[in-house]
């Protein structure tokens, strides 16, 4: 399996790193259109288990949750759903999850089966930095690498600390509030960077609000070593739900845009 240093080292440009909800529209259909993406240039795969309170997403990814859940998604599927994935090719794969599911499942379990079927890293949305080590543990055992994120708004020192507890990169929010697609990209976007590289040794990969291939130019312009992209994605999936051809052209045609952009 391709590790994130790896493929951090190997690229000129900034990583591209699509987010999709396993399952959406529903199991066969969100296999097709994640594989569209590994064919079409992403070099790392952002996944969510769907949940039912996703407290960090806007209504975009809120409803890719629904429409997963009403397919039958479950956490035994969403790893089978990540094997074949990386079985199809060997990209580091994250996984944005919230920690009620973990906790069902097993939170040693659940890390042990995640890093079995090929995953790489675990960003769990609604712990904290300040109660991490009952994630942070179980991961490391496992072999998994840890995310954590950092938002405009947290202070330099606290930055600093979430960076010393992160192993794979850290995870940039471009702008305060919940993920969806922004025809603006915030001005802050480069001094966040700045500042979060000032005390971090691990890559910075940003995400929120990234939905055209020039935004994501100018995340990586400012120095991010990748670029998330979620709601936009999310949305030529819905945009398709009727259609899994339409859905796969959709989302490869927007990542081969946005991967050209990225080292033009």
């Known amino acids: 399996m391709t590790t994130y240093k790896q493929i951090f080292e190997k690229l000129d440009s900034a990583a591209l790193i699509p987010f999709f909800v396993i399952g959406d529209p ?5 296999l097709k259109i994640v594989k569209s993406a590994l064919d079409a240039g992403a070099d790392i795969l952002e996944l969510g288990i769907p949940f039912s309170d996703p407290i960090a997403d806007g209504p975009t990814i809120q409803k890719a949750n629904i429409r997963a859940r009403k397919s039958g998604m479950t956490v035994e599927k969403a790893l089978a759903f990540i094997k074949e994935v990386t079985s199809h090719k ?7 999850v919230y920690y009620n599911l973990i906790y069902q499942y097993g939170v040693e379990r659940f890390m042990a089966d995640f890093k079995a079927a090929g995953g790489t890293s675990v960003l769990v949305a609604d712990v904290s930095i300040d109660d991490s080590e009952e994630i942070a543990g179980p991961a490391q055992k496992a072999g998994l690498e840890t995310v954590f994120m950092v938002t405009p708004n947290t202070p330099d020192h606290r930055m600093a600390s979430i ?7 850290v995870y940039t929010v471009s702008t305060m509030g919940v993920t969806g697609a922004r025809t603006k990209l ?3 976007v480069a001094s966040l960077v700045e500042r979060i590289k000032g005390v971090s040794e691990v890559p910075v990969c940003v995400g929120f609000g990234i939905s055209s291939p020039e935004q994501a130019r ?11 992209v979620g709601s936009r994605i999310v949305q030529i999936i819905e945009d398709n739900a009727d259609s899994v051809e339409d859905a796969c052209a959709g989302v490869g045609q927007f990542i081969a845009d946005v991967k050209s952009r990225l080292n033009g």
């Open 90 to 96: 060997p990209v580091p794969v994250g996984l944005l």
């Open 186 to 188: 915030s001005d802050t």
């Open 163 to 169: 960076a010393s507890k992160t192993t794979g990169f």
């Open 218 to 228: 100018r995340v990586a312009d400012a120095g991010a070593d990748g670029v998330i």
């Open 26 to 30: 529903n199991y066969d259909s969100s």
